[in-house]
Every structure is written in C-alpha cells, then in structure tokens.
C-alpha cells in the first residue's frame, strides 16, 4: 500500500522559516510527479505547489517566491522550503500524488505561523 508521510511541521513566527519532508514508500517515486497542499480551518484545501516526476516546479501565486518545492529521489522523499511566513500561511500542509487517478494524501502536518 502506498504510504506518505509528512514532517517539519511547527510553530514558528511570522517572518521564519520550515522545511517540510514527505517520505513516499511503495511507489516509483523518482517517476512519481508530487503536490503539495494546504488547508486551513474553514477553508478548502488548495494547491500550494507541484513537481513532476523531472524536476520541473509550479506554485500557487501566494506562495511564489517564498517557498520551493524540491525532491531526492534516492530517498524517496519531496521538500516543500518555506522561507517568509506569514500568519495566513497556517494550516496543515498535506503532499499528495495521484496513481491511476486515485488521489493519495499523507496524514498532514500542522504549520502555524504566529504573528
């Protein structure tokens, strides 16, 4: 079964910085495009960012500039670099991919930004 797990997660003030890890098992990862989202209380999840399976990055407009999302596929695991943070960027942050159009998600990891 494919599993993913997300850490890094934390209180931090407005202005600081977090690293989050999502570790990937049982999936070709390195073939693998991954997504980061969030969502926060009494809002929809959205989109934050993506990589595909060849590097290749997009972000949410919020986000541009201040996060980077990045990969190791010798360890199976995808960054999400969040430099700059604001209050309205608490939520909880979930990596998620999509097998033979089924979406997986991670249990997600909490990030809270004080101001």
């Known amino acids: 079964q494919v599993q993913l797990v997300e850490s890094g997660g934390g209180l931090v003030q407005a202005g600081g910085s977090l690293r989050l890890s999502c570790a990937a098992s049982?999936?070709?990862?390195?073939?693998?495009?991954m997504r980061w989202f969030r969502q926060a209380p009494g809002k929809q999840r959205e989109l934050v960012a993506t990589i595909s399976s060849g590097g290749i990055t997009d972000y949410a407009d919020s986000v541009q500039g201040r996060f980077t999302v990045s990969r190791d596929n010798a360890k199976n695991t995808a960054y999400l670099q969040m430099n700059s943070l604001k209050p309205e960027d608490t939520a909880v942050y979930y990596c998620?991919?999509?097998?033979?159009?089924?979406?997986?998600w991670g249990q997600g990891t909490q990030v809270t930004v004080s101001s």
């Open positions: 049982r999936i070709r990862f390195s073939l693998t495009g």
């Open positions: 998620n991919v999509v097998l033979i159009g089924r979406d997986i």
